[in-house]
């Protein structure tokens, strides 16, 4: 009896052997789930501009963040929750209005621009990880240029084809802006990576 019990291999529960995975699930959606709120607050700290029907506002910061902290696909399903938070009604988007019917507007294009832009920055995150700080910029700044290039494409749509009116009303007023957004995520990440080496954690979430 005593050899059997010897050579009798361990049985765990299979509750128990489940328990890690379903924790990691579970943890990745509030990450998502965060991240998507983050986007909210995002869009309400915003500068409105007279020149133009696109505001300035914060959303960028959660949304590259989302690429590079929850990976691409985890990042782009953050901001899909976001838009169905917004398709569903609920007063999520800077401007004012929700529904279905707000994506033909001025924004629409960076609205769904999100989605690409996180999906992209975990993307290029994950293959240009080796380059340290180089190549979180890389990803940044490749999530930053996508999100711009969606957005001009349907403000160009929208303002009957003036590609130089789109260039002026959602590029132009907002370089800087969007220099320092990429800076601010950088020290975020940074930051973040400090942290968890600290506590002995490893670096990113992804």
Same mark, same amino acid.
């Given at each position: 009896?005593?050899?059997?019990?010897?050579?009798?291999?361990?049985?765990?529960p299979l509750?128990?052997?489940?328990?890690p995975a379903?924790?990691?699930r579970? *943890?990745?959606?509030?990450?998502?789930?965060g991240?998507?709120l983050?986007?909210?607050?995002?869009?309400k700290?915003r500068?409105?501009l007279?020149?133009?029907?696109?505001?300035?506002?914060?959303?960028?910061?959660?949304?590259?963040?989302?690429?590079?902290l929850?990976?691409a +696909?985890?990042?782009?399903?953050?901001?899909?929750?976001?838009l169905?938070?917004?398709?569903?009604?609920?007063?999520?988007?800077?401007?004012?209005?929700?529904?279905p019917?707000?994506?033909?507007?001025?924004?629409?294009?960076?609205?769904?621009?999100f989605?690409?832009a996180?999906?992209?920055?975990? *993307?290029? +995150?994950?293959?240009? *990880?080796?380059?340290g700080?180089?190549?979180?910029?890389?990803?940044?700044?490749?999530g930053?240029?996508?999100?711009?290039?969606?957005?001009?494409?349907?403000?160009?749509?929208?303002?009957? @084809?003036?590609t130089?009116?789109?260039?002026?009303?959602?590029?132009?007023?907002?370089?800087a802006?969007d220099?320092?957004?990429?800076?601010?995520?950088?020290?975020?990440?940074?930051?973040?990576?400090?942290?968890?080496?600290?506590a @002995?954690?490893?670096?990113?979430?992804?």
């Amino acid at each position: 009896m005593a050899a059997d019990r010897l050579s009798s291999p361990e049985i765990v529960p299979l509750d128990a052997q489940a328990a890690p995975a379903s924790s990691s699930r579970v *943890a990745r959606a509030a990450q998502i789930v965060g991240f998507a709120l983050l986007t909210v607050i995002g869009a309400k700290i915003r500068v409105p501009l007279p020149f133009t029907p696109v505001p300035g506002t914060l959303q960028t910061i959660p949304v590259l963040l989302a690429g590079i902290l929850l990976g691409a +696909r985890a990042g782009a399903s953050s901001q899909i929750l976001y838009l169905s938070l917004g398709m569903a009604g609920i007063p999520v988007f800077a401007l004012a209005g929700a529904g279905p019917a707000y994506l033909p507007g001025p924004t629409g294009g960076f609205l769904l621009g999100f989605v690409a832009a996180a999906f992209v920055t975990g *993307a290029v +995150r994950g293959a240009v *990880a080796r380059f340290g700080v180089l190549g979180l910029g890389l990803a940044l700044l490749s999530g930053s240029l996508v999100l711009d290039v969606c957005g001009l494409a349907w403000l160009t749509v929208f303002l009957k @084809g003036d590609t130089g009116a789109a260039l002026r009303a959602g590029l132009f007023p907002f370089i800087a802006f969007d220099l320092a957004k990429i800076m601010i995520a950088i020290g975020i990440v940074k930051g973040i990576d400090r942290v968890r080496g600290r506590a @002995g954690q490893g670096r990113g979430w992804t």
